[in-house]
């Protein structure tokens, strides 16, 4: 799923040769300023744009990509891939979508025809922006092509750049080319997409493409450019040394160059944070007609800016518990929420502030739901890296917030965004910052591939925080030391719990409820509707769609667990993105949509069926129901984290039944035997919200 989908989409034909060029439109229609983000070598297509689309569509751009010749969903002839060819196009886009002029921004290859395009329609361009640009001043091809159409002497390094290779071993030159891209450690993420990009080409289109990429022209054309002009290089680009720009700025007549230490070939994809801004700065603010700042010293209530991940209903539950203590302990402390739905349901129920950038956040619950691989199957750790442009978007909204808020703190509950890009970017902290998990450590599901990419994820998180300690002022793991699994982080990693006993605090578990407080079972059960003497199950799956299949495997199964428990009733709660009205109706079978404070009824039940996640099934715990638990297949958290917390507790192993186990049968037989022989739990520590509160009280 994308962090923001295109207003608009078509095909531009240039009139030359008749190659159409498919283009999306991002941004306020009618928008005064335009960007064109020009393509780039046909190896890949206009998704090497993702991290900067939503963010200058955000801020009142009309925001143009396009697919050049070759890739995506663009033509892909067998020849025509000169410059002027990819020229045309360009100009054939941006008549298509009816602009005059606009801002140019490209990167390596795509510098070539920008250069011209802006070099001899000087009318069209107002800014150009060339990110390590492919550009030989002597106006050949942008190699010897006699070795290149040549048999290479070996297929290593470099000689893999040869048509005779791409055509025997297409994959392997790909694999490498990308290497040579992102020479930034920890870039599995857009090394897998670049990969899966340039997959959608073919070697014949790249070979006509580096044959027919003569620029006879580019000298006279970057003399001849008048717009500004900004060069950005990275001086660990193995693709293209970064004094090809030092010798392209000396030529270009209004030009700077900004140089990136230690990146690399791409850094629009690897830093996007800083090269947003730094194109954001070259661009030209909107300059507001009243702006105010507020001295210190005159504010007289302290902020805060709480981050509450949409992932899961629990973040939010003890966020509001943490709240409520911190207003205890601070009294003039105004806290505004940066949350998007289904959060903010539960913040308005509450009379919270919600901030109102908060309709900017892109929406992470269906980006979950969009990865779901099958019934009741989501590997979260592959969802998460799928959300890689709506996590970036969504850190600028809370980078926005931050700035224009005056935050005396920054509260992070699994934010992830927020705690990663402020160590990528330690120079954007302005304010303490505390984080909270209750898990740490992502762990494979699957060997092969995914062990190395989850090891490399931990790996880059602990050389964060090694290097920069002093983005998280207060790090406080949700749990105690027994809570926490006893894996590795991978291969020549630390041990988990050894790792997180020297990094975080250990806060103990948040109870966001105290049980007690419910009142009498016997009333509670009145409220809900629940007869003295009825045995009452509650199906609960969270806060987004996931859990729709198990929700039916649970009703399918009622008819046979009411045969062992007469009388059972079945209470389905949907939340608040399943609609009760497309789920089956089976008499003894009741719906209910969103529940307020979901833990009330499900005390009040006999057993719950809910979903693996750790909020309910500490609920359950804390008010000692019996339960069934069914984790999300492939989902790491569920699987691993989860189950061995809840082992510390007492809920016994059987209670969690696997998706792929489910039968009429397996559900109804586990759940006679929770109903008939309950549990009994270790009880669930209180105080947790308020010595939270405590750590976070003593940075005001």
């Given at each position: 799923m994308r962090a923001l989908e295109p207003r608009t989409s078509g095909y531009a034909i240039n009139p030359k040769d008749?190659?159409?060029?498919?283009?999306?439109?991002?941004?306020?229609?009618?928008?005064?300023?335009?960007?064109?983000?020009?393509?780039?070598?046909?190896?890949?297509?206009?998704?090497?744009?993702?991290?900067?689309?939503?963010?200058?569509?955000?801020?009142?751009?009309?925001?143009?990509?396009?697919?050049?010749?070759?890739?995506?969903?663009?033509?892909?002839?067998?020849?025509?891939?000169?410059?002027?060819?990819?020229?045309?196009?360009?100009?054939?886009?941006?008549?298509?979508?009816?602009?005059?002029?606009?801002?140019?921004?490209?990167?390596?290859?795509?510098?070539?025809?920008?250069?011209?395009?802006?070099?001899?329609?000087?009318?069209?361009?107002?800014?150009?922006?060339?990110?390590?640009?492919?550009?030989?001043?002597?106006?050949?091809?942008?190699?010897?092509?006699?070795?290149?159409?040549?048999?290479?002497?070996?297929?290593?390094?470099?000689?893999?750049?040869?048509?005779?290779?791409?055509?025997?071993?297409?994959?392997?030159?790909?694999?490498?080319?990308?290497?040579?891209?992102?020479?930034?450690?920890?870039?599995?993420?857009?090394?897998?997409?670049?990969?899966?990009?340039?997959?959608?080409?073919?070697?014949?289109?790249?070979?006509?493409?580096?044959?027919?990429?003569?620029?006879?022209?580019?000298?006279?054309?970057?003399?001849?450019?008048?717009?500004?002009?900004?060069?950005?290089?990275?001086?660990?680009?193995?693709?293209?040394?970064?004094?090809?720009?030092?010798?392209?700025?000396?030529?270009?007549?209004?030009?700077?160059?900004?140089?990136?230490?230690?990146?690399?070939?791409?850094?629009?994809?690897?830093?996007?944070?800083?090269?947003?801004?730094?194109?954001?700065?070259?661009?030209?603010?909107?300059?507001?007609?009243?702006?105010?700042?507020?001295?210190?010293?005159?504010?007289?209530?302290?902020?805060a800016l709480l981050i509450s991940s949409p992932i899961g209903l629990g973040h939010v539950q003890r966020d509001l518990a943490i709240a409520r203590e911190l207003r205890d302990l601070v009294p003039d402390l105004q806290i505004d929420w940066l949350a998007q739905h289904p959060v903010t349901t539960v913040l308005e129920a509450h009379g919270e502030r919600i901030h109102p950038l908060s309709n900017q956040l892109s929406g992470e619950s269906p980006h979950i739901e969009v990865e779901m691989e099958g019934e009741h199957e989501l590997n979260v750790f592959q969802a998460l890296r799928n959300m890689d442009e709506i996590l970036l978007n969504n850190f600028q909204v809370f980078r926005d917030a931050a700035s224009e808020g005056n935050y005396d703190v920054w509260i992070g509950d699994e934010a992830w965004e927020v705690d990663y890009y402020l160590h990528e970017n330690p120079q954007l902290k302005t304010a303490p910052f505390v984080w909270m998990t209750d898990f740490v450590g992502y762990l494979p599901m699957e060997n092969g591939r995914e062990s190395f990419l989850t090891a490399d994820y931990n790996a880059e998180m602990i050389e964060h925080v090694a290097r920069y300690p002093r983005v998280r002022d207060v790090s406080l793991y949700i749990g105690n030391s027994d809570d926490i699994v006893p894996d590795c982080f991978g291969p020549g990693l630390p041990r988990i719990r050894d790792w997180v006993g020297e990094n975080f605090d250990h806060n103990g578990y948040i109870r966001y409820f105290d049980p007690a407080n419910l009142g009498e079972r016997a009333e509670l059960r009145e409220r809900f509707g629940f007869a003295p003497d009825e045995k009452v199950a509650v199906a609960a799956v969270g806060g987004t769609s996931v859990g729709t299949s198990l929700l039916r495997k649970i009703i399918d199964a009622y008819p046979v667990a009411r045969e062992s428990l007469p009388g059972l009733r079945l209470v389905v709660v949907c939340g608040p993105r399943i609609d009760p009205a497309t789920m089956p109706q089976v008499p003894g079978v009741e719906y209910r949509g969103y529940v307020h404070n979901l833990f009330a009824m499900l005390s009040a039940a006999d057993a719950g069926l809910v979903q693996g996640g750790l909020s309910t099934t500490m609920e359950l715990v804390a008010t000692g129901r019996p339960f069934i638990y069914f984790p999300l297949t492939h989902h790491f958290e569920q699987n691993r984290h989860v189950p061995h917390r809840l082992e510390n507790y007492g809920v016994p192993d059987w209670a969690r039944l696997p998706y792929g186990d489910i039968d009429d049968r397996s559900i109804a037989e586990r759940l006679t035997r929770l109903m008939q022989n309950p549990p009994c739990y270790k009880p669930v520590e209180g105080g947790g919200a308020r010595r939270a509160a405590e750590k976070i009280a003593a940075l005001l």
């Open positions: 008749g190659v159409r060029s498919y283009y999306e439109v991002f941004g306020p229609e009618g928008a005064s300023r335009t960007i064109l983000f020009f393509p780039t070598w046909s190896l890949i297509h206009s998704r090497c744009w993702k991290m900067q689309v939503p963010y200058f569509a955000r801020r009142g751009f009309q925001v143009v990509t396009f697919d050049g010749r070759g890739n995506g969903k663009s033509d892909r002839p067998e020849s025509g891939y000169t410059t002027d060819q990819f020229v045309g196009d360009g100009l054939a886009v941006l008549d298509a979508v009816g602009v005059q002029r606009t801002m140019l921004v490209t990167l390596s290859a795509g510098s070539r025809p920008s250069v011209q395009l802006a070099a001899e329609h000087s009318e069209r361009i107002s800014h150009l922006v060339l990110i390590g640009p492919a550009i030989r001043l002597q106006g050949g091809a942008r190699i010897d092509l006699n070795p290149f159409l040549s048999e290479p002497p070996d297929r290593d390094g470099w000689n893999k750049y040869n048509a005779v290779h791409w055509s025997e071993d297409y994959r392997d030159f790909v694999e490498w080319f990308t290497d040579e891209i992102f020479t930034e450690l920890h870039s599995t993420k857009p090394y897998d997409d670049f990969v899966g990009w340039a997959m959608e080409t073919t070697p014949d289109i790249l070979i006509a493409t580096t044959v027919e990429s003569l620029t006879p022209r580019i000298l006279e054309s970057c003399q001849s450019i008048r717009c500004p002009t900004l060069i950005i290089h990275g001086t660990d680009d193995h693709v293209i040394p970064i004094e090809n720009s030092r010798d392209l700025q000396a030529k270009i007549p209004d030009s700077e160059l900004f140089v990136l230490e230690g990146g690399g070939h791409a850094p629009n994809v690897r830093d996007p944070v800083k090269i947003n801004e730094i194109i954001h700065t070259f661009l030209g603010r909107d300059r507001p007609k009243e702006r105010s700042w507020r001295r210190a010293m005159v504010r007289a209530e302290k902020r």
